[in-house]
């Protein structure tokens, strides 16, 4: 898609720096779960793998560690199987003793995943094809987003409903506080991008907030806080596997 670098494979990337976001898209192939690849998975995530029931779960969980291990590996010029991953009090991974700040998100087969060593960065993909109904946001949207989406056409209020679902996972993987921030808590502007913090948890000010379509079936968002205004660049890649 227009604006992603296209890499064959897992690219090789030097030490992220601050100033600098990375955004990787692939779709899940096989490459990566070949040649006895659970080996490079820790004791904690062997353990949750054998948890998921069913061959297509396991497959995406596998497949998200794989691409997480091997992507910070290359940012932190590491094995994969070393790189310290663990899991913070809201169950979320997070790297020991490093500053690099990373996210990963998945949907029917879609893998999303955000870097960055100076902010605390969250992403969220969706497969724009699955089937959704308004009702499926009722404890998601505040009042003012539930009538926009409302007034609109069916394809329109979806398109919609997508853009403002994934924008507040982000944010809220972003914010990092756990189950105590309700989504509807904050609202969204969609043009232009801007946040409406109804909690204590959530600063509104000083987000950098931004949609992207890797590919023609999904959708993506990113947010993370620059409230100094710091100059950025964030790249885009889709890995081809």
């Known amino acids: 898609m227009d604006g992603f670098q296209l890499h064959s ?4 990337l030097d030490p992220l720096v601050p100033g ?3 955004i990787f898209f692939s779709l899940m192939g096989e490459s990566l779960q070949r040649n006895n690849s659970q080996l490079l998975l820790s004791q904690d995530e062997k353990e949750r793998l054998k948890m998921y029931r069913t061959n297509g ?4 969980f596998l497949f998200g560690r794989l691409l997480m291990r091997k992507l910070l590996g290359e940012m932190m010029d590491v094995s994969p199987k070393t790189v310290p991953i663990a899991i913070n009090e809201h169950r979320r991974p ?3 003793g490093h500053q690099l700040h990373f996210n990963l998100s998945h949907s029917f087969g ?4 955000i870097a960055s060593v100076a902010h605390e960065v969250g992403i969220d ?3 724009r094809k699955r089937s959704i109904s308004l009702e499926d946001g009722r404890h998601v949207f505040m009042p003012a987003e539930k009538s926009s989406m409302a007034a609109k056409e069916a394809a329109v209020a979806k398109d919609e409903f997508l853009h403002r679902w994934t924008l507040k996972e982000a944010i809220y993987k972003s914010a990092n506080v756990g189950p105590q921030l309700l989504f509807n808590e904050f609202e969204l502007k ?3 991008l801007s946040l409406h913090s109804h909690s204590l948890l959530l600063e509104e000010e000083g987000w950098e907030l931004g949609h992207a379509y890797p590919h023609p079936d999904y959708l993506l968002a990113f947010a993370f806080q620059n409230p100094a205004a710091t100059p950025l660049s964030i790249h885009f890649h889709q890995i081809l596997l």
Not at 110 to 113: K, L
């Open 125 to 127: 993909i969706e497969y």
């Open 94 to 96: 997070y790297l020991k």
């Open 57 to 60: 779960k396991r497959n995406e």
């Open 190 to 192: 969609l043009s232009p």
């Open 110 to 113: 879609g893998f999303a995943f």
């Open 20 to 22: 600098e976001v990375h």
């Open 9 to 12: 494979g897992i690219p090789h």
